[in-house]
Structure formats: C-alpha cells, structure tokens
C-alpha cells in the first residue's frame, strides 16, 4: 500500500476547552479565524469516517513511544479519535499537559485522517483523568480503552475509565497471573459492568479455535466430539501461560455447555518458545480412538493431522497469522457487546 | 474419563462465536478447462486464498481437466507458477501451496471423449476413497460456452454426477446463452442431469464485497427504505463505464457487444439490487425471488425511443491516443457491434412507477466508474426570500461500486454570510477510509459459497430468463435499423444520442 503520512498540527495545551477547541480546528481543518479555505474544507469532508474513541493508558514515556507507533498504524484501518493517558502518580507537583495533534494518511489513494490528544498528568491530575477525557470524546461513537500491560485493577483511573468506555481490552499475554485472570473474571463480571472484556490474546487463538471447529465440522466427526476425554497443549515454559490456560479453558467451556467435563493436561517445555505449539483432543467411544492435533510450524504456519485408529487422514497446512498489536486491537474494535465466550474460557481456565 | 452419559451432539460447540464461515465438506472440485486463463488467473488463486485462510476442508481436492498434454506434475506446477503470478496474496507460501498441491490431479480428454468421463469417475472414486471425499462433488465448468451443454451431458451418461453419496454441484460461468432461446435450451439441458438446486449460475459481480455493500447500506440502515421510492426519488442513473477497450478479447467481444456482455447480466444485477423490496431474509431464493419481482415489473422497452447504441471510434482515452473499435484485433473493420448501450426502463410497481432508471455501459469512455445513482426530487417549496427552487441542484445519494468504493450525498448547504445563499455540497464516504483492509476477491467469495451449498449470490434460472427477454427485445428491435458506426469518439461518454435520450425527460447524466 502506498502510504503517505502528515502531521497536521501539534500543540500543548492545559485547559480542556482549549484542546476541544484545537481539536474542532484539526478536525475540520479550518484557520485560526474560523473560516476554512475550500480546498481545506473539502480535503476535511473527505476525511470524516471515525469508528470509535480510543482510550489508551500508559504509565511510562517508553511505553507511550510504543503506544503511539501501534496507534498511528492502527489509524489506518480504523479511524479514531484517540486519546493516550499517560498518568504518573508522582510526588512532583500537580501538573497537567496536553498535546493536540491531527495526522493525516493517504494510503492507496484513500485519505484518512485522525485526532490525537496525549494527555500527560502528574499528582492529583492523574488521578481524575476520565474527567478530562470525558468531554473530548466524539459523540455517539464507541469508546474503547486499551490499557497495554498489566492493569493497574486497584487504581480509581482504572474504574472510573472502564465505567467510561465501552470495551476494555488487555492482552493477557503481558504477565498476567492467575490472580490478574482472576481479576480481569470479575471486572467482566461486575453487576454494573459496561465494558465488555476484550483481549489480545484472545484475538491470538482465532486460529487454534478456527482449526479445531474445522475438525468436527467434517462429517462423521462430531459424533466423536460427544466422546472427547482429554486434551494437551504443549507451550513454552516461559513462566507465561495465560494463552494456554485460554485455550483450554475455551474447550473445556465450551464442552461444560453440554455437560461434558474435559481434562486439560498443559505441557510447558523447555524446548519450545513462547505461546502454545500444540494442541491435541483424544475422543473415544464407540467410534473408536481418534487423535485431532494442530501443531504450529516455522514461518507462521499450522499443520493439523487426524489419525483414526492407526489411519492418518489428510494433513494440510494452512496460516498461523503472526499478528501485530495494532492487528489485534483491530479485532478488538470489530467485536460487539461482552465476548460471553471469553469470559467462559476464563472462568473454566481458573478451575 | 468416562462419561456419566454422553450426549448428542446436533451442532458443532466448538463453533460458537467464531465470526467466520462454515467449513464446507471435504469435496472434489473438478475444473473442466483447467489449462485456461480462467483457471489461472481465477480459479486456482481463489482456492489458494481459500486454503491459506483456512477456509477450505481438510481432504479437498481439485481435478483438472482439459485437452492439453501435460503431466500431473506439470499440471501442478503450471498452477503454482499461476498462483504466484496471479494470487493477491504475496509471497506464496510453499507449505501451503504443497498441502493443497497434494491434492491435485489432472485428467486429460477432450470435453465429449465419453471414454474420458470414465477415467474421471475412477479419479473421482480414488480421490473419494484416499482423501475422504464421500462423493461431493463441484464441477467447474471454466470452458467456452459451446462446451457447457456437451460436459452435462457426458457427465449424466457416465453417471458421475447422479445423486448418491455425497452432493453435487454445478458451477457454469457467463456467457449463459446468447439470448432467450439459447439460455432456455442450456437450461434444458442442465436440468436434464441437475436440479436448479444443484445449479450455480456465476456472476462474478456479485461475488463482489462492494454489490453486497448496496444491499447492506439499504436495508442494514434504516433512514434511506422510507424514501427509497417514487414519492421522492426523480430517478436512477445506473453506470458501468469502462476506460478500455476490448483488449484482446475481439473474438469474444464481437459475439457479444455491450448488450450482452455488461447489460444483460451486471447492469441487470444491480437494478435488480437498487430496485428490489427487502427480502424477508438473506438466503438464496428470497434474494432471488426479489430481484425477479424487479425484472418482471419492467415495462417492456420501446426499443426506438428507450435504447441508445454506439461503437466507439479512435480517439484520446487518459491521454493516449486510441484506435477505433472497428481497428481493434480480431474485429471485422465492418463491425457492427455495440459497445456502448443506454437504456431508459420503467419499472411498473408501486415503489416505482413514473420513476424511469436510465442504464449506460460502455467501452473507451472517458473514466472508469460503476456506480448506482439516486437523484431525489426538489423540495416542493423553498422558504429563504430571493432563492429559487431551481437554482438548487437535487440531492443525490451515489452508491459507488469501483473504483473508491462508497457512497455520497449531495446536500445544499448554507453560504457563510449575511445574504441566504446556498450551495451544493458533497459528502463523501469511503469504505476504503472505514475499513481499509484488503477484501478477498469475488471468486473465492463465491466459490466457498458454492461449496457451503449457498446459491444467494448467484443467478437463478428465472432471473437469466427474463434478462436474456429484455435483451431479446432489444435486438429484435435493431435488428430493421442498421446503425452509423462507430458514432463517438474514444474518451466521450458515447454518441449525443445518449444525452438526448435523457434530456428529453428534462435530465442529465451525470458526470461518474
């Protein structure tokens, strides 16, 4: 794709109504007296598809470098207004900064453009940030707020901008323990819960669960599902198990749904990198012993194998997608209302 | 782990919540005309596409047939170098493309060597017994029209396609027929050994993301249904103009002409699309049974007075200088072919009536552009002093289909200023700004849809049949007037004929 990338203006702000006003002017590319030329008028009328807000919260200046990198990339495919929040809860005096800018792209001919404010806040600021976010939102639009890392769960910012947004997505391939699972179970799970849970890695096992559906769409083979009695990943033994424990929460919820428990078995080795490498489901009964594995290939590929009995059935190797953060949070902003699905998988990863 | 009591399972649990289509059984596609462009360029890309996505089923094979000496392994490696040339996904993954190249055959025959058939049914039944797939069967026929009727034929007599095991399937590429009688005989002939549900009649078009779009922006969106019709609409502009020419298609092209190669099967999908009610549900026969309600409600043409004909001369195209249709390779330098036709259809009902849609498609003309226009009537009254209804230009909502796929409104708005003065502006949505992610090619689109058992976006039989009508009335009515071609140069947007067809109603075209 041919990209062409502008960085329309960028100017620091304190007063949230002097960053609404700068982001009216970016927005709809007029001058400092109001009046637009026409070419700037129409160049911004042509601009005008947002799909949501985007709320990211960092809490370090490296980490808002990556944010930003991720964000400007993920502008492409969806464009937003976007809000990072970098909250640093220092003893440095109450300081609050904002910086207002507008980029504008052209990729393949088409021009997109979007607004993003930084909002950098330290001491008390830090702590009231949805207030100041609040008013900046474009209207009507969902708000998604994407806290990279492990969330701060006992901070108030934390509460206060998941009760403002309407989709919290994490990746829980950042750290997480059971006790952050665990957590993130009961954030989805609050009586008053707004925000549907989103997570990267969630997004990560499309394939896996793609490919393991695939098995028993084939026919014959769901009767054999009914008869599943175990499953084994196998993944790096890296500490990081937050995806494997997903996957197999996801079958085993999956079965629980028709009264079926499933054993998982997680096998980390020091052999393998990171993630899951292979996943395989043993079903039994009167069909006879039946094995579906998948097994992740160098280059971004999946290989899957059935074996009846002692008949191997075709092999075929299809994609692994190795997908970029700003990929994954697309995912993410297409999905509607609570993933009831994921907040199963996790429930059932925690038992 | 034992179970206390295993349940049954009617769908497949693992399923659930995966936004991505079914897997369709493990089948055996056979490709008749599997050395052509078609296969090349088309076909074994889209399965590629299909099978690096993961969309296609474990055991899935294809057999290429055709009448051109080559080995299997040639035959496999003629389709590697096409996917690599030809796929939209770069670079080509050799493990992949080797685990859907593990289950590629070719048999070689010509398409009515009965004897041939035979060696297709024993590599049907091996591909059946080594690869798992329980007789489903596609049959592609990717061949030149005069080959459709003979292929079905010899399919029912050596019995591969009877029902028995596993389903099967037919999948016959445009041209069908070359007019009402043709297309009726095909049909004949097909429903000999196919049911109509067994039948997919392509019209790649459809297959494509931005046609589909059409349907979800009226009837996903609830603003644009209650003034979708007579009430305020003025009329439709439908155009599929093309910038070039017949390339190298002059032999094809001069069989067919505009008439028959744009008009008969994409301009008459998207009136259908523009025109039709909701359907009560997207499955294959209430799309279609509305869009046949379309065609059957047009009034039938007065050829004199409704259709415009052209050919185009050399001229100046994008800054080069063009020839003349009649200059083009492989065309009679007395050619009387069409490639340029505008309509103007009534369509009798009671969404439309008095609402005439004006159609255009040609060659060479100025821009490339397929859109479906919508040009809403005046408001009765203005109540601003000193403007007058008529200085306002009407709204007018465009469906662009390519290129810059999207939609625009044209709204009067307010000059900045003290004085009540208006002017017309344009909203301009790109779908391309809202989700700029490649979308898949119409064929793998339809091809999966094939193999899903889901006709809705391919043509049913009665839908070729009242197209191929309008078309015939058409001819019938040229057929005593001899036309003066070529009658508009290259880059114009077809001969003044065209404009007055249209001005003589009060409008103009657009300018795409």
Request: hydrophobic share 40%; proline share 6%; with cysteine.
């Amino acid at each position: 794709m041919s990209q062409d990338h502008t960085e329309l203006s960028a100017r620091t702000f304190v007063d949230v109504h002097d960053i609404q006003e700068e982001l009216d002017q970016v927005r709809w590319g007029l001058h400092q007296d109001g009046e637009g030329s026409e070419a700037a008028q129409h160049a911004a009328a042509e601009a005008r598809a947002s799909v949501c807000n985007l709320i990211a919260v960092v809490s370090n200046e490296p980490e808002l470098g990556e944010v930003i990198h991720v964000l400007d990339r993920l502008s492409v495919t969806n464009p937003s207004r976007t809000l990072i929040l970098l909250a640093q809860h220092t003893r440095e005096a109450d300081k609050l900064e904002a910086e207002v800018s507008a980029q504008e792209r052209t990729e393949s001919g088409h021009r997109v453009s979007t607004e993003r404010v930084i909002l950098h806040a330290h001491g008390e600021p830090a702590r009231h940030l949805a207030s100041l976010a609040t008013p900046l939102l474009i209207p009507d639009l969902p708000v998604i707020l994407w806290w990279p890392g492990r969330p701060q769960f006992d901070n108030p910012l934390f509460d206060d901008l998941c009760e403002l947004a309407d989709r919290l997505v994490v990746d829980t391939d950042e750290g997480f323990d059971d006790a952050d699972l665990a957590r993130l179970l009961e954030v989805a799970r609050r009586t008053k819960a707004q925000a549907s849970i989103g997570d990267l890695n969630w997004a990560r096992l499309i394939a896996w669960r793609h490919v393991a559906a695939q098995f028993f769409d084939m026919p014959g083979m769901l009767a054999r599902l009914a008869h599943i009695h175990g499953v084994s990943i196998f993944h790096g033994s890296d500490g990081q198990t937050a995806q494997a424990r997903l996957l197999g929460g996801w079958i085993r919820s999956r079965m629980a749904s028709v009264g079926i428990d499933v054993p998982l078995e997680f096998r980390p080795e020091d052999s393998l990198e990171h993630g899951v490498h292979r996943f395989l489901i043993y079903t039994g009964g009167n069909e006879g012993p039946a094995r579906f594995s998948m097994s992740r290939l160098r280059g971004g590929r999946l290989s899957t194998q059935i074996r009846l009995g002692e008949q191997e059935l075709a092999e075929r190797t299809v994609r692994l997608e190795s997908r970029a953060t700003e990929e994954l949070l697309g995912i993410e902003l297409t999905l509607p209302g609570h993933d009831q699905l994921f907040e199963e998988a996790l429930d059932a990863a925690l038992r | 782990m034992a179970q206390a009591a295993t349940p049954t399972l009617t769908q497949n649990i693992l399923r659930d919540g995966l936004i991505l289509p079914r897997t369709p059984d493990p089948a055996a596609m056979v490709i008749f005309g599997a050395s052509g462009d078609l296969t090349a360029r088309k076909l074994m890309p889209a399965l590629y596409n299909l099978a690096l996505n993961r969309y296609l089923p474990s055991g899935f094979s294809v057999i290429g047939v055709a009448d051109t000496a080559l080995s299997e392994d040639e035959f496999r490696a003629h389709m590697e170098q096409a996917v690599q040339k030809f796929s939209r996904s770069q670079p080509v993954d050799r493990a992949v493309w080797q685990s859907l190249a593990d289950g590629i055959s070719y048999v070689r025959m010509p398409f009515d060597d009965a004897a041939g058939y035979g060696r297709l049914a024993a590599e049907l039944e091996r591909v059946d017994r080594e690869r798992g797939t329980n007789g489903n069967r596609v049959f592609y026929l990717a061949t030149a029209p005069q080959f459709f009727s003979i292929i079905i034929d010899r399919l029912g007599a050596a019995g591969i396609a009877k029902a028995g095991e596993g389903w099967k399937r037919v999948v016959i590429e445009k041209p069908f027929g070359n007019d009402l009688k043709s297309a009726q005989a095909l049909n004949q002939a097909i429903h000999t050994v196919f049911t109509e549900k067994q039948i997919y009649r392509i019209d790649h078009y459809l297959g494509k993301e931005t046609v589909q779009n059409v349907l979800v922006f009226r009837f996903a969106n609830g603003i644009f249904e209650p003034i979708w019709n007579r009430r305020y609409v003025d009329h439709v502009q439908i155009t599929v103009a093309e910038d070039i020419g017949i390339e190298r298609r002059g032999k094809y092209y001069e069989t067919s002409g505009a008439l028959r190669d744009i008009f008969q099967n994409h301009l008459m999908q998207l009136v259908s699309i523009a025109a039709m009610e909701a359907p009560p549900n997207f499955d294959a026969d209430s799309v279609r049974d509305e869009k046949v309600k379309v065609l059957k409600s047009i009034h039938p043409i007065d050829v004199a007075n409704d259709v415009v004909r052209g050919q185009y001369g050399p001229g100046w195209v994008g800054g080069q200088q063009v020839p003349g249709y009649r200059q083009e390779l492989n065309v009679a330098p007395t050619s009387n072919t069409e490639t340029f036709v505008a309509v103007r259809l009534k369509i009798d009902n009671w969404r439309w009536a008095d609402t005439p849609f004006y159609l255009r498609t040609g060659k060479r003309l100025p821009s490339r552009a397929s859109e479906i226009a919508i040009q809403f009537k005046n408001p009765p009254h203005l109540p601003f002093a000193k403007t007058a209804v008529e200085e306002l230009t009407p709204n007018v909502l465009v469906m662009r289909i390519q290129p810059h796929e999207g939609a625009s409104l044209k709204i009067a708005a307010k000059i900045p200023g003290p004085v009540m003065r208006l002017r017309t502006v344009n909203m301009d949505f790109f779908y391309g700004s809202s989700f700029m992610v490649e979308s898949p090619d119409a064929y793998e689109r339809l091809v999966l849809d094939c193999m899903l058992g889901d006709a809705t976006l391919f043509a049913r039989e009665d839908e070729v049949e009242r197209a191929w009508g309008l078309v015939d009335r058409i001819e019938a009515g040229w057929a005593s007037h001899p036309p003066a071609f070529p009658n508009y140069p290259a880059g114009t947007w077809g001969p003044p004929e065209a404009d007055a067809l249209i001005e003589r109603d009060g409008r103009r075209w657009r300018r795409p």
